[in-house]
């Protein structure tokens, strides 16, 4: 799988350049492989470190460690989501079961920052679920019943208050809830690098090519050589697919955002100065915006089936009037060259947005399928499969594992059809709000 680094992302350009990367030049024999350097598999590094602090373990990424979808999404640590179509008891149990790992997750990269004294923009502000749509209050009631029944302390605003709290009065309805997290994604994992324990070997820019078991050890291929491992975690996340990783329950879908330059301190002022905010559509094709800790913008608001490998600079721009339109609608008197980047990113989902945590084989394990929320929960499945792949079990196993499990996928072509008819629709319905 060739995946190509780029210099498109602000998160990334905001960190300096790192100078100790290795690649894989040779043959190698170890206990333990880890395929994917993103926030899974650097948590998974660490614990398995902790555990057997007399074995090898070797991290390998196609890329730069940390680059991929870790480094490249919008900065959210979430405690609830909207889109995740719950009415009835039964569903309403399957959202707590969802939120008590999202919960998991923030205490965990939340222990994280705390033992390494980590400076990632860590911002306990909430979030809001925004529209424009004065019919979208219904929605976002019967959210804020959801909520209330599970115990999560939030509020409704109206127009004359969003105005105040994010400068734009484009948005007529929200719901903030208090316990959401924004952070800088790119610091977050770069700390995660920092901090790799002495017996990790960390390969970067080294694409798996095949695998396959070998009685009682997995064989790897790359282009440089080969790795024996006595077990395997697959950590791939949006990239599982391609590597045959329960191919028949999770695909890509292939994002792009774009964020502002600083605004000037006139510009600032002119949009009443507001702390630092994050806002996540209503309807699920809607913009996800920000204003981070140093006024910048960043807008997310496309999402198609594509090749996740690679996506050029002319395909980046023509996405990028999107997320120009977005900005013109909730900060009109900004200038048209405000822009300072444009990328994409994978996202891995399943049919029921269910993750995947599971044994595959006897040494084979594989963690990964966020559904757009792999901060926490990335950090924590990492983690927590490392422990699984070790013969242990945890009370956080317990609570992951009883989640719904990811349900079986329709075969091709019927499958991208589906989806693509799917973005379609829900494209249609949140016109208004890209």
Not at 54 to 65: E, H, R, Y
Not at 347 to 360: A, D, G, L, P
């Amino acid at each position: 799988m060739e995946v190509t680094n780029d210099n498109a992302c602000s998160w990334v350009n905001d960190l300096t350049p790192r100078t100790n990367v290795k690649s894989i030049q040779s043959n190698e024999d170890c206990e333990w492989l880890i395929i994917g350097a993103g926030y899974t598999g650097l948590s998974a590094a660490r614990k398995l470190a902790e555990l057997h602090y007399n074995q090898k373990i070797i991290l390998v990424d196609a890329q730069l460690a940390g680059e991929g979808a870790s480094s490249r999404n919008s900065g959210y640590l979430v405690d609830t989501t909207l889109n995740d179509g719950f009415t009835s008891n039964k569903e309403l149990e399957n959202y707590r079961k969802k939120s008590a790992i999202y919960s998991l997750g923030i205490k965990i990269v939340k222990k994280f920052i705390n033992e390494h004294q980590v400076d990632c923009d860590w911002n306990e502000c909430g979030k809001f679920f925004a529209s424009s749509k004065v019919e979208d209050e219904k929605i976002l009631l019967n959210f804020s019943s959801t909520l209330s029944q599970l115990g999560f302390e939030h509020n409704l605003l109206k127009k004359k208050d969003l105005f105040k709290r994010l400068g734009t009065n484009f948005y007529n309805i929200a719901l903030h809830t208090k316990g959401g997290i924004l952070l800088h994604p790119g610091k977050l994992v770069r700390s995660m690098i920092d901090v790799l324990p002495s017996n990790v070997c960390l390969y970067e820019n080294s694409c798996l090519i095949n695998w396959n078991k070998n009685k009682d050890f997995i064989s790897c291929n790359f282009k440089n050589g080969k790795i024996n491992a006595k077990k395997i975690i697959f950590a791939t996340n949006g990239f599982l697919k391609s590597l045959g990783i329960k191919s028949n329950y999770n695909f890509p879908i292939t994002l792009t955002a774009s964020m502002t330059r600083s605004l000037t301190d006139e510009e600032f002022k002119s949009i009443g100065e507001p702390k630092e905010w994050g806002v996540l559509p209503v309807r699920p094709m809607g913009a996800t915006i920000r204003m981070t800790k140093d006024k910048r913008i960043l807008v997310r608001n496309t999402a198609e089936i594509r090749n996740p490998f690679k996506m050029s600079k002319s395909d980046l721009k023509k996405r990028s009037i999107n997320q120009k339109i977005s900005i013109k609608k909730r900060f009109p008197h900004l200038t048209d060259d405000i822009f300072q980047s444009t990328w994409s990113g994978i996202v891995s989902r399943t049919r029921n947005s269910s993750q995947i945590f599971e044994k595959i084989d006897d040494n084979i394990f594989a963690a990964g399928c966020y559904n757009g929320s792999g901060i926490g929960v990335g950090t924590l499945f990492g983690e927590q499969i490392a422990i699984k792949a070790s013969d242990e079990y945890t009370k956080e196993i317990e609570i992951i594992e009883a989640r719904n499990k990811p349900t079986r996928l329709p075969p091709q072509p019927f499958l991208n059809l589906g989806i693509k008819a799917r973005l379609f629709y829900e494209r249609l319905r949140a016109k208004s709000e890209i």
